[in-house]
């Protein structure tokens, strides 16, 4: 059988979900079509120029209106502004033809289905037999949209709900149509996992599907608990926020965000089309809901919702919070429970929800409440939307954000615990939970060999989950594959000679332990492995150096400790550089200051696609100290050309750490030279990083990789450069750009990687820029502003401008 290959995709609609997954697509390198409507009327701009109808301009207004609205909105669609150069635009009447030349069609028109069907009448008329054919929707039964379709588009047709924005959002829901063929859903679930960076799940043909329907029964749930509890919304986000491993926004701001409209929409249609869910009443809109749709008050789009930012008199802003009984906006409430204190010295989400659920107060009380109904509410769920329960989860960590998902919560509370909790409602478990316990299985998921097995309901027994082979799994390999271990690294042997460092540190900021635990793993590596890769799976790779320790041997006035840990930084960061064996540092999410250092000093880099890196020394007050600003120095040396104004060359990389400049993925990390093009990856599905990152290592490997030898040759600017940086930091302070102490430390950046004062370019070796980099860095630490912006950072966690 022919293999199947997506290398054009049409996107047909491109509303807010349309173009997002037309820039998704874009994101990972397919060409693609984007199509929408004509216009019925001229609008006032087009009457004015005298244009007609007839206008290609006007006739395409609607979808490049659309696109370049999504283009510009926040969070960014693309990884990088190039990549909207993939998608070329046009309209369902003149462009509908080129539908043929396509590898995949998506649907996401307005979610009715009668115009769904005018849609599908019309591409079945120009698409190519073969061609992939799905529908994004969110609700409507996909056995309904293909009812009158040929053969070939009912075999290859089916429902891939993306979850917007489709760039952050990981589910990828499948939904197969009567007589969708395996083959479609195998590709299917491959590709979304593979190339779209996604977690697949198949789900079934049931209102909502999977996350939508638990997603929204969890909201639903909250809703009718907070009138009976007499919770403020405060309360309810601080309770449902990142205590219990759920986004920042929690409940209430969440559904501000996304739109209470969608919310309602969605929570309508299950109430609709599942009259026999034993939830039914759940899923009815509370008269409070019912009131803020009348007023309008659909969160952020409209400019209130639950929560209200408001301006007053003096200029500053608030935000105001809704109360539930008056339905009238107060001032925001500070929420705090005995119980959640309780949890503040257990860093691991898991372990906390068995101090939540023993709560004695209001805390207590709403956890046992909403887990003990969401126990129940999921087990009965099987084999309705699927008859596999780890789908159920993963479609809550990949579709709302969760860290876990519900039956992980239970086996974390304890499965007998959480079925006490579910009867302490008057509610039962379905049967198969109790039937688990009596053959003797006291957990839903079990780890062996590396991999996470779940509890199969028919055969009765564990199965392996699928797809992990492409996979290591760090939390699963730990305590099996540990061969060195301290209280900020944990290394681990990842299998064919290579080694794995993992930061275990609080945000996995760097200080003493994790450098020695970094120098321990590269010298196990040099000795009986093959290549070392430094990765992990926390949210974030690294926020940096340990500032507290900085700031407290400042404070102190310790210089000589000071100088010390300084140069053990960066002798740590060119150890990594110049090992005997190759290094692959794997950077995801925030990756700040000295782990954007160390992944600089790497032999090659597997960055996620959601990589946020940057050198943001300057917000505390200093200047890249662990080789940063070295690095930058040589970087910008290197691509020195024949004939260039070299110091323009030198100041774009003196910007970069100036402006402390942030990629907002890892592509625009290339940009800035952080990344650099032909040496460094990466990877769209930060599941599959550590795993290439391991490839990439043993492939170094086996090509004979030989120690790199050290830098003598960096080309340095001198006077020249120094005298251009001063005059530039000069001017801006001048012009109140910058302040005063922004204006020294440029200079002592300036300094830096000018390669200090010579009187004209010489070459020096990277030690003569990292003993310069470590007497800024010291310096700067002796002035009372530095002080300043480190106790800010440390005390409110956001930079001081003073």
Known sequence: MSKRRINKVAVIGSGIMGSGIACHFANIGVEVLLLDIVPRELNDKEKAKGLTLEDKVVRNRLVNDDLAKAIKSKPAPLYHIDFAKRISTGNLEDDIAKVSEVDWIIEVVVERLDIKKIVFDNLEKHRTPGTLITSNTSGIPIKFMSEGRSDDFKKHFCGTHFFNPPRYLKLFEIIPGPETSTEVLDFLNGYGEKFLGKTSVIAKDTPAFIGNRIGIFGIQSLFHLVKEMGLTIEEVDKLTGPVIGRPKSATFRTVDVVGLDTLVHVANGIYENCPNDEEHDIFKLPDFINTLMENKWLGSKSGQGFYKKVKNADGSSEILGLDLDTLEYRKGKRASFATL????????????????????????????????????????????????????????????????????????????????????????????????????????????????????????????????????????????????????????????????????????????????????????????????????QGPNFSVGANIGMIFMMAAEQEYD????????????????????????????????????????????????????IGLVEFGVGVIPGGGGSKEMALRASDTFRKGDVELNTLQEYFLTIGMAKVSTSAYEAYDSGILLPGKDIVVVNKDRQIATAKAVARMMADQGYTKPVKRNDVKVLGKQALGMFLVGTDSMKDSNYISEHDNKIANKLAYVMAGGDLSEPTLVSEQYLLDLEREAFLSLCGERKTLERLQHMLTKGKPLRN
């Not at 998902?405 to 304890?414: E, K, L, S, T």
């Not at 200080?511 to 430094?534: P, Q, Y």
């Not at 995801?588 to 000093?601: A, F, K, Q, R, Y």
């Open 561 to 612: 400790e000071l100088n010390a840990a300084i140069k053990y930084f960066q002798d740590s960061c060119m150890r990594l550089r110049y090992s005997s064996i190759p290094t692959v540092v794997a950077p995801h999410g925030m990756t700040l200051g000295g782990g954007c250092e160390m992944t600089l000093h790497a032999d090659k880099v597997v960055a996620a696609a959601e990589s946020y």
């Open 341 to 536: 204190e309780l949890t503040k010295t257990i860093d691991k989400v898991a372990d906390r929800f068995k101090v939540l659920v023993k709560g004695k107060d209001k805390a207590g009380e709403f956890y046992q409440k909403s887990f003990g109904s969401m126990f129940a509410y999921v087990s009965k769920r099987i084999p309705e939307i699927t008859d596999e329960f780890y789908k159920i989860d993963d479609a809550m960590k990949a579709g709302f954000g969760w860290e876990h998902g519900p039956f992980q919560i239970w086996d974390a509370v304890g499965v007998n615990a959480g079925i006490q909790l579910i009867k302490d409602l008057g509610k039962e478990p379905a049967a198969w939970i109790e039937e688990m316990l009596a053959s003797g299985v006291e957990s839903f998921y079990t780890v062996k060999d590396g991999a996470t097995y779940y509890y199969d309901i028919p055969q009765k027994k564990y199965v392996k989950i699928p797809g992990q082979d492409s996979f290591i799994i760090l939390d699963n390999i730990r305590k099996s594959s540990e061969v060195f271990k301290n209280s900020g690294v944990v290394v681990e042997d990842l299998g064919d000679g290579i080694l794995n460092v993992e930061f275990q540190s609080k945000m996995n900021s760097i200080g003493g332990d994790v450098l020695a635990g970094l120098n321990k793993a590269i010298d196990i590596a040099e000795k009986d492995f093959d290549g070392l890769v430094v990765g992990n």
